[in-house]
């Protein structure tokens, strides 16, 4: 069946460095791939998303990263800072109005 | 702008009650959802409504019940709460289908005991 996966449920880095985190996803005919950011007692907020005909995208500090052939996809923060810290999810829309959500991974930024 | 703003941001209910939990948008937003978001879960769809006087099944529909008030307000209703509905509601609006991410509201934290 569908579904969205991630590789690590925890990540902490040092601030500065940059971030990785890796999703997996299953669903070939998903056209649009999103992360979001939440912050502990907020609601989801979007970061940025990507196309499936495309394989990178550059927004602010972000880089998302797209590979069909392996169904991964990552997003990479530059500079991580301490305001980043918080839980990532990607998702997948599937087609129309249904988005399916990975469970998370959560970041931990060291100062 | 206030965005989506859901209310009340706390609820605890007893089992068998009933409730209703609102959520309204000011971006003039054509699409809008209700997820549940769980422990360790991702956010699991329960009904959306692509748009005003439309709405659908999402992934966990049973026990809800939803009504597209107009174009800014999206209710999500429990006719009978149980312990299994209790978690963190949020609901969402999108301009449609297409590109970019939903706007989410801060969300209703939901007891059931």
């Known amino acids: 069946g569908e579904s969205v996966g991630l590789h690590l449920p925890t990540l902490s880095v040092q601030e500065g460095d940059n971030s990785i985190i890796n999703c997996a996803y299953s669903?070939?005919?998903?056209?649009?791939f999103i992360w979001y950011k939440q912050e502990s007692g907020k609601g989801p907020q979007f970061i940025i998303d990507?196309?499936?005909?495309?394989d990178k995208r550059q927004g602010q500090r972000v880089t998302v990263l797209l590979n069909k052939t392996v169904k991964h996809l990552s997003l990479q923060i530059a500079a991580t800072q301490p305001g980043d810290s918080a839980v990532y999810f990607c998702?997948?829309?599937?087609?129309?109005?249904?988005?399916?959500f990975g469970a998370g991974t959560r970041l931990f930024v060291k100062a | 702008n206030a965005g989506v703003t859901q209310t009340p941001k706390f609820q605890v209910l007893k089992t068998g009650q009933s409730m209703t939990l609102q959520c309204a948008q000011d971006?003039?937003?054509?699409?809008m959802y209700w997820y549940r978001q769980d422990p360790g879960m991702g956010l699991r769809l329960i009904y959306y409504?692509?748009?005003?006087?439309?709405?659908d099944k999402g992934e966990v529909p049973n026990g809800y019940n939803v009504s597209r008030l107009n174009k800014r307000e999206f209710s999500l209703r429990l006719e009978s709460a149980a312990p299994s509905q209790t978690s963190v509601y949020f609901c969402?609006?999108?301009?449609?289908?297409?590109?970019?991410?939903?706007?989410f509201g801060s969300g209703t934290r939901l007891t059931v005991v």
């Open positions: 969402a609006s999108s301009e449609g289908g297409g590109p970019g991410g939903y706007t």
């Open positions: 669903n070939s005919a998903s056209d649009y």
């Open positions: 990507i196309r499936s005909n495309m």
């Open positions: 998702a997948e829309r599937t087609g129309g109005f249904k988005t399916i």
């Open positions: 971006m003039n937003h054509n699409s």
């Open positions: 409504s692509a748009s005003e006087g439309t709405t």
